[in-house]
């Protein structure tokens, strides 16, 4: 079946079983103009939780796929490709996790949202590349451990004076970025503004004009009066970078920034997932409530 085929039946389908389709901005292209709803990871889960849509179809990566069913447990949600994971949020489980907070019972949990349902629910409250500084220094006054990436862990403990343990997981293409790297960037483009994720060592973060989460990155290249950007995360952005700002050009700052978990979904996969309705994803049901205290708390110091 030809690709525009694929498309036009994704669509078809779509109608039928009165579902919703979500894509992460480092999906590939095609998987992005296919969405329903484009955009990072809990921002979409949200959006999908209020829609009136019966199915979800999550194009990312298993814990995104988690986090919808936490907020939509009624709903069906499916994972186009079953194995789509995500190193970072395997650094950490639920065991290690429930162990030290039995030897740890003063210390609040920080867990990043690219984290397990099992891990969420383990912990006090979530946070997302977003919001993780106006949680965060909400809890300055406590002892913290932020779980499970050190180095956004590491940005938001310097510039709060925070009093944090971090967990020792990280994201491997933002972490693997090395001062050599940009440096030799930033000399080949010397008019652009670097900008990066938060998920990157704090040494790069240093050396950036403009740190933020996905959206905000997208957001800033969106407003800023300058005309070249040299881009600090996963390459699928620059898509949307692009079409956004087709006079502006985008300079990728390591070939390495590419995901392969999140590179893994085709059209063909999203056919596939509606046809058959298959990669359920399920929550047990104490895991699911745990964890959406966890991220209420969150929503509630963040959207007031």
């Not at 709060?160 to 997981?169: C, K, N």
């Not at 293409?173 to 940009?182: K, P, S, Y």
Request: net charge neutral; glycine share 4%; charged share 25%.
């Amino acid at each position: 079946m030809a690709k525009i085929d694929y498309i036009e039946e994704i669509k078809r389908l779509k109608q039928a079983k009165n579902a919703v389709i979500l894509a992460h901005y480092y999906q590939k292209p095609e998987v992005q103009d296919i969405a329903d709803y484009l955009g990072d990871s809990l921002a979409l889960s949200r959006i999908a939780a209020n829609t009136k849509a019966d199915i979800i179809v999550f194009c990312g990566v298993h814990f995104m796929a988690e986090t919808a069913k936490i907020l939509s447990p009624n709903k069906l949600v499916l994972l186009p490709v079953k194995k789509a994971g995500c190193s970072m949020a395997n650094m950490i489980d639920d065991k290690s996790l429930e162990e030290y907070k039995l030897n740890h019972p003063e210390v609040k949990i920080i867990c990043y949202v690219n984290s397990t349902a099992k891990v969420k629910a383990l912990s006090d409250v979530c946070v997302t590349s977003g919001n993780a500084e106006k949680v965060i220094s909400q809890f300055k006054n406590h002892k913290l451990l932020y779980v499970p990436d050190k180095n956004l862990g590491a940005y938001l403990r310097e510039k709060y004076q925070l009093d944090m343990e971090l967990w020792s997981g990280y994201c491997g293409i933002h972490n693997d970025i090395n001062v050599a790297e940009v440096e030799k960037v930033k000399t080949k483009y010397p008019h652009s503004e670097l900008i990066v994720h938060p998920e990157c060592k704090l040494d790069i973060i240093k050396m950036a004009d403009y740190v933020g989460s996905t959206k905000s990155l997208l957001n800033y290249v969106n407003v800023s009066d300058s005309k070249e950007f040299i881009v600090g995360t996963e390459k699928g952005i620059i898509h949307q970078m692009k079409l956004a700002n087709p006079n502006k050009s985008f300079y990728l700052l390591s070939d390495k920034l590419s995901c392969h978990d999140m590179k893994l979904t085709s059209l063909t996969d999203v056919y596939h997932a509606l046809l058959n309705e298959q990669y359920e994803i399920n929550v047990e049901a104490n895991i699911q409530v745990n964890a959406l205290k966890a991220l209420e708390v969150m929503f509630e110091l963040t959207d007031r």
